[in-house]
């Protein structure tokens, strides 16, 4: 029962936090960008009469923008450098990197030695 529990702890929390927070935060920063420029720019709601106009016109500009930025960050931000700091601090990736670079070089014993440590 315990593991039953654990298990649909752990499915709350990922489908919470990674679906329906982010669904919420996504549609209220919508509406409150919505309000924010109708209130403050009187020529917009001749633009945007209804919220739904808004919406259409904000995801066929906002979309685009995020694929790039996000393609971009994967590609050439941040990403690839955390990921290579990330397979530096990891014990495990470093040693699986050094055996295999031992492997290239005919080194197998001195591999299998660095490898026994993780009991494979």
Known sequence: MKARVMRWW?????????YLTFLLSFTSFIIIQYYFLIETIPY????????????LTFFM???PVSVIVGWWDYKKGVV???SKIGSLASPWIRDLATSLILICDGKNEEAKKILKKWKW
Not at 10 to 18: A, C, I, N, T, W
Not at 44 to 52: M, V, Y
Request: charged content about 5%; some cysteine; proline content about 7%.
């Open 10 to 18: 752990v499915y709350f929390r990922h489908g919470h936090g990674s």
């Open 44 to 55: 917009l709601s001749f633009l945007f009469p209804h919220l739904l106009w808004f919406i």
């Open 61 to 63: 500009c906002y979309m």
């Open 80 to 82: 690839p450098t955390q």
